[in-house]
């Protein structure tokens, strides 16, 4: 057994006793919160070489032991304070810890990223569910019927996890507890409905698209983390037509960035990474959609028209695709113009434009807008036209950011945030003001 496993096996056994929250929660911040302050003046022996990493024993401390430990102490104060579920809490903390010896696990078997990240991923939805499971059984609560929402609940947890640590060093596990913590707070408060048919397929299928992605080299392993999250949380928050319009995006954009490479790479405006999307890019296109999509599943709750979000969703989806088909087709062509002024610019200028890209966008906003209306019967044509608009408004404002702040003040992923925001509102804006059905 490596160092590194039997690490990883020592914080496991201390995760555990985080399921002694179901009993008594107090106890556990009070257990946690010595063993944070022990850690401190631990400095040798045979405790300290059992927890140290490469860090602390520079430093001569427990850090990374105590970081986690007076994290779980502040976890499990919410529990009593702002009444934060104890099975989320557990799930956080057993996700975080088995999660990691699974992955030092997978890596003594097979150093890659990909095998390191199915390993946490897989090793953390395991744990978190039987965390739940442990909570619940010694509350006496009902397990049968929580069984698709524990499932889908425990898989959101595992991915945003695994994609936190794939872009964080091992020192922010904390921060990664304390996400994973909230995310599922949120979703165990929401009004979510779901078999267990639906959610295994909803699984499979996400995984099995993001597994594709990454094979075919149309996103790197943080991007395909991205991907899956959302396209899990749309199936279960809003459901497959939802999906279909997402995963619209995903497809064409990544056809679209292998097209002609070879020339845009010549001509310098080609993806990095040979076109594979990373977890910036693809939250930067797809964040404002997931926001829409959470509004949508948390309609009830707001004095808002859930349609409202369905059209903010599908303009920023709109939006995204129209940008991508632009900037991925009118690349391939040598004489873009500035949208502001309209003078020539060298090829892969912020905010320089072609007609063939413009027409290629305004296509994808109208692929967006078709797919829309076919899955949504109560879109009707005048949707269509209102999410086409949408897109080719958010593509425009992406264009005008590029040629006045980009580069300067903003980067390109945070561009397309705003670029997105701005098809989205125009989604919903427009849906409002022409009196499409709530």
Avoid at 1 to 23: C, E
Avoid at 273 to 288: M, P
Wanted: with cysteine; aromatic share 8%.
């Amino acid at each position: 057994m490596t160092t590194s496993i039997r690490r990883a096996a020592a914080f496991a056994g201390v995760g555990t006793l985080a399921l002694v929250g179901s009993v008594l929660v107090a106890g556990v911040a009070a257990l946690f919160a010595a063993i944070g302050a022990l850690a401190l003046v631990v400095d040798e022996g045979v405790v300290f070489d059992l927890f140290a990493r490469p860090s602390d024993r520079s430093e001569g401390r427990l850090r990374g032991l105590a970081a986690f430990s007076f994290a779980t102490a502040g976890l499990a104060m919410l529990v009593i304070v702002v009444d934060l579920p104890t099975r989320v809490f557990a799930a956080a903390v057993c996700l975080l810890v088995y999660g990691n010896l699974v992955e030092q696990v997978a890596r003594s078997w097979n150093n890659t990223a990909i095998t390191a990240t199915a390993g946490f991923t897989v090793g953390g939805f395991v744990a978190a569910f039987a965390a739940q499971i442990v909570v619940l059984s010694v509350n006496d609560m009902p397990i049968d019927s929580m069984i698709p929402i524990l499932i889908f609940l425990s898989a959101s947890g595992a991915l945003l996890a695994g994609l936190l640590r794939s872009v964080l060093f091992e020192r922010d596990d904390p921060l990664v507890m304390f996400s994973v913590a909230l995310l599922l707070w949120l979703f165990a408060d929401l009004t979510v409905t779901v078999t267990p048919t639906e959610v295994a397929i909803a699984i499979a299928v996400t995984v099995g698209f993001g597994y594709l992605s990454w094979m075919l080299d149309a996103a790197s392993v943080t991007g395909m983390l991205t991907g899956v999250l959302l396209a899990l949380l749309t199936i279960v928050l809003g459901g497959y037509p939802w999906f279909a319009v997402l995963i619209s995006f995903f497809a064409l954009g990544a056809l679209s960035t292998k097209f002609r490479y070879e020339q845009k790479r010549e001509n310098g405006v080609a993806e990095a990474n040979e076109g594979a999307r990373g977890g910036g890019n693809v939250l930067g296109n797809a964040a404002v959609a997931l926001f829409a999509v959470l509004a949508f599943a948390a309609s009830d709750r707001l004095p808002v028209a859930s349609t409202v979000f369905l059209f903010a969703f599908a303009g920023s989806i709109a939006t995204a695709m129209s940008d991508t088909l632009s900037s991925e087709i009118g690349g391939v062509f040598d004489k873009p113009r500035l949208i502001t002024t309209l003078e020539r610019v060298e090829p892969g200028t912020d905010g320089g434009v072609t007609w063939q890209g413009e027409l290629a966008g305004a296509l994808g906003a109208i692929v967006v807008a078709v797919i829309a209306v076919v899955l949504f019967g109560s879109i009707g044509t005048l949707g269509g036209v209102v999410i086409a608009l949408a897109g080719v408004g958010g593509m425009t404002v992406d264009s005008l950011l590029g040629a006045t702040i980009e580069g300067e003040k903003i980067g390109n992923q945070s561009v397309n945030f705003l670029a997105t925001l701005a098809g989205a509102l125009l989604g919903a804006g427009l849906s409002l003001v022409v009196g499409l059905p709530a």
